[in-house]
């Protein structure tokens, strides 16, 4: 059974810095993965998906990278800003088109 | 400008009074489908609709209804609601069901009492 875990939960970094979000899931065998956030009282936004045969993608101060091999993806935010204060959910899309959501790592970036 | 609008954004109703969330999006989009969001639990998918007149089972399809008459609309309905059914609700809309970004509605509160 496929699973997609976030950690950590939570994190809170000072405006200015770079930083990695992690998702790891247990079955290589992924269609494409998603990097989503999410801000309170709103629905989530897409930031950047990667077919399985890619290994990153690019918007903006987002990379998102992805290592089939060894189940994991990672999205990177260069020179954080409070305004990217949100939680950051990855989703893995199965072959079998069935999509597995994490629980999200709640940033908090500090002015 | 290119969305997806969910009403109401915020409900408190009793147990068995049927209530509908409706759903619309401005964008043409063929794919739809609407999620619940609980704590610890995630995202999950509640059903879904590939075209008009064309609906499925998601992951937790129970005590839920859904139509697609038009390409636009595709409302929840609750016939009898739970308090198990308090939870967040999302609907999203996409232009393809796999490889497309899915653009999610504000969200709708719902607690059931």
């Known amino acids: 059974k496929q699973e997609v875990t976030q950690i950590p939960a939570a994190l809170s970094v000072p405006e200015g810095e770079n930083l990695v979000l992690n998702c790891s899931f247990t079955d290589s065998a992924i269609y494409n993965l998603q990097w989503f956030r999410q801000d309170p009282g709103k629905g989530l936004t897409s930031l950047l998906l990667?077919?399985?045969s890619q290994r990153e993608q690019t918007s903006g101060r987002l990379n998102a990278s992805l290592d089939k091999s060894s189940g994991r993806s990672t999205l990177y935010i260069a020179a954080s800003q409070p305004g990217d204060s949100a939680t950051y959910l990855c989703a893995v899309r199965l072959r079998n088109r069935k999509l597995i959501w994490g629980l999200g790592t709640s940033l908090a970036v500090n002015p | 400008e290119a969305q997806v609008t969910q009403n109401p954004r915020y409900l408190i109703t009793v147990t068995g009074k049927k209530l509908t969330v409706t759903c619309s999006q401005n964008m043409n989009h063929e794919y739809m489908s609407w999620y619940r969001q609980d704590p610890g639990l995630g995202l999950r998918q509640i059903y879904y609709s590939m075209n008009v007149e064309v609906t499925d089972k998601g992951d937790v399809p129970e005590g839920y209804k859904v139509s697609r008459k038009e390409k636009r609309n595709f409302p929840l309905i609750l016939e009898s609601p739970s308090p198990n059914q308090t939870s967040l609700y999302f609907c999203?809309?996409?232009?393809?069901?796999?490889?497309?970004?899915?653009?999610f509605g504000d969200g709708t509160r719902l607690s059931i009492l």
């Open positions: 990667i077919q399985s």
């Open positions: 999203a809309s996409s232009s393809g069901p796999y490889n497309q970004p899915q653009h």
